[in-house]
């Protein structure tokens, strides 16, 4: 890009055909740019006067590169009825795509889904998760773990199947509805059955694995870190008599219950779901944000984390 003069008047017209944000100073208020020295360079956050502009250029395109992780909430569970067990939730849809482009000056919209409620029981499965996405990517929800011998619900990954013991049905596991969308690929995978044999626990279908091999979800390091997402929530057997395990958040199922539990504290809710955008730090940090996004410079990269809805723009 060409570097913009170091004294003399500088035009609207010149910044904004430096930079791409329009003719209003104050959208610049806080943004990072460089200097023609390749030092970086942060505008001021009160009075902007064309003079701060000397020197200066973009860092790098006006089209850059960023890494996106998509998460959806992750489906609930709900209460095992008397010896009957419950199954998981479905984990939420996961979408990931790296070396996205995207247009300096272009304003994206990021939506996160919320987790699934838990379900009444006595037949009623949870809530499916919210949907979660960014531009065209589309993560879709998980699916409601069933109770009664009812399936699990269909979603990003699909709920578990109920037990009804009375009527000694086994609820089949709901189907994964997860698919590669827009440039990015998809991951999901279906819920299992819950019976009475000691051999099928209802699980969760999750982003790594199936209910059947335990739903366990798939990891990103978009975030600095590595962390695991979308994990389907454990179903329970009958009579097993232990709680499940698997945490509720990062886009994970609910757990489900058998009916005999007591206390019932066993069953919950889908995770909510969550957005990362990472890229690298030698671009300058995201011109405006909303929904408050927690910000870090991690590992050569700018990493904005959404837990809730909002935009950004470059």
């Known amino acids: 890009m060409t570097i913009l003069q170091s004294s003399g008047a500088i035009s609207m017209s010149d910044i904004n055909a430096q930079f791409g944000r ?9 943004t990072q740019y460089y200097l023609s020295t390749g ?4 505008f001021p956050s009160g009075t902007i006067s064309m003079s701060d ?17 998509v998460i959806a909430g992750g489906g609930g569970s709900t209460w095992g009825g008397q010896d009957d067990g419950s199954g998981g939730g479905g984990g939420g849809g996961f979408s990931t795509q790296t070396s996205r482009s995207v247009s300096a000056g272009t304003t994206y919209t990021v939506t996160v889904g919320g987790g699934g409620a838990l379900g009444p029981g006595s037949g009623g499965s949870g809530s499916n998760g919210g949907n979660s996405v960014f531009d065209t990517i589309t993560s879709n929800g998980g699916g409601g773990g069933a109770d ?16 009804d013991h009375m009527e000694y049905n086994s609820g089949s596991g709901g189907s994964a509805t997860q698919t590669n969308t827009g440039g990015a690929t998809g991951y999901g995978n279906g819920g299992s059955n819950n019976d009475a044999a000691y051999t099928a626990m209802g699980n969760g279908g999750g982003a790594g694995a199936d209910g059947v091999n335990g739903g366990t979800g798939r990891a990103s390091s978009f975030s600095g870190s590595s962390v695991t997402y979308a994990a389907g929530g454990l179903g329970d057997l009958y009579y097993s008599m232990s709680g499940p395990s698997t945490a509720a958040g990062l886009g994970n199922g609910g757990s489900g219950i058998y009916g005999n539990n007591y206390p019932y504290v066993y069953p919950t809710a889908g995770g909510s779901g969550v957005v990362i955008i990472a890229y690298s730090n030698v671009a300058p940090t995201a011109a405006a944000t909303t929904g408050s996004p927690s910000y870090s410079n991690t590992g050569g990269n700018h ?8 935009t950004i723009r470059f």
Do not use: C, M, P, Q
């Open 22 to 30: 329009g003719n209003d100073l104050n959208a610049y208020r806080g």
């Open 53 to 69: 502009f000397y020197g200066t250029k973009l860092a790098a395109n006006s089209t850059a590169t960023i890494n996106v992780l």
């Open 39 to 42: 030092g970086a360079h942060t």
């Open 303 to 310: 990493v904005y984390t959404f837990t809730g809805s909002g």
């Open 148 to 163: 009664f011998g009812n399936a699990g619900s269909n979603g990003g990954s699909g709920g578990g199947g109920g037990y």
